[in-house]
T-cell receptor
Framework: AQKVTQAQTEISVVEKEDVTLDCVYETRDTTYYLFWYKQPPSGELVFLIR??????QNEISGRYSWNFQKSTSSFNFTITASQVVDSAVYFC?????????????FGAGTRLAVHP | NAGVTQTPKFQVLKTGQSMTLQCAQDMNHEYMSWYRQDPGMGLRLIHY???????DQGEVPNGYNVSRSTTEDFPLRLLSAAPSQTSVYFC??????????????FGDGTRLSIL
């Protein structure tokens, strides 16, 4: 069965601290995609990144970076120099590659609070 | 530039009432889906559709019906509301491409309370 585990329920940091959100997944598929979504206090879901199972290169986008390691089935998300605007719930998700009929399997989410 | 539009944004129902949550998208996406978000459980797939006239069940379909008569619309029906269906509901859409990797576009959600 496919599963996404975000073991950190809540994280609290002070502004400018670096913070890493963990994501561990389980899948039997050889081809799959991983996603991160952000849900700010306003409630909408904002797409951040997708990564396919063949691309293990780390990615950096401004203060955000992602570390994908197939060996440990992890897709961790790091925010450098956190800001108050980063406060949100962050979801990691896994999709099954199946002829276009993919389904997103979400983790339970990690609530990040960044304090001034 | 509407994207995915959900109505209503908030709704309170009594146990046993029925209602329809509306979802419309203007991006001509073939794939549409409904999720519910509950504390500590992330988002769980209720139903999805890969085109007009085609729907299928997700992880938690019981108590919900869907239909897809047009590409644009994908309503979710609660047949007889129960307190366990109190949740935030999200509709999403994406293109149905060959490699299934397109990120989904989400609506702003419908917050539903069943008393």
């Amino acid at each position: 069965a496919q599963k996404v585990t975000q073991a950190q329920t809540e994280i609290s940091v002070v502004e400018k601290e670096d913070v890493t959100l963990d994501c561990v997944y389980e899948t039997r598929d050889t081809t799959y995609y991983l996603f991160w979504y952000k849900q700010p206090p306003s409630g909408e879901l904002v797409f951040l990144i997708r990564r396919n199972s063949f691309d293990e290169q780390n990615e950096i986008s401004g203060r955000y970076s992602w570390n994908f390691q197939k060996s440990t089935s992890s897709f961790n998300f790091t925010i450098t120099a956190s800001q108050v605007v980063d406060s949100a719930v962050y979801f990691c998700a896994l999709t099954r590659f199946s002829g276009g009929y993919n389904k997103l399997i979400f983790g339970a989410g990690t609530r990040l609070a960044v304090h001034p | 530039n509407a994207g995915v539009t959900q109505t209503p944004k908030f709704q309170v129902l009594k146990t046993g009432q029925s209602m329809t949550l509306q979802c419309a998208q203007d991006m001509n996406h073939e794939y549409m889906s409904w999720y519910r978000q509950d504390p500590g459980m992330g988002l769980r797939l209720i139903h999805y559709s890969v085109g007009a006239g085609i729907t299928d069940q997700g992880e938690v379909p019981n108590g919900y019906n869907v239909s897809r008569s047009t590409t644009e619309d994908f309503p979710l029906r609660l047949l007889s509301a129960a307190p366990s269906q109190t949740s935030v509901y999200f509709c999403a859409s994406r293109p149905l491409d060959a490699d299934s990797n397109q990120p989904q576009h989400f609506g702003d959600g419908t917050r539903l309370s069943i008393l």
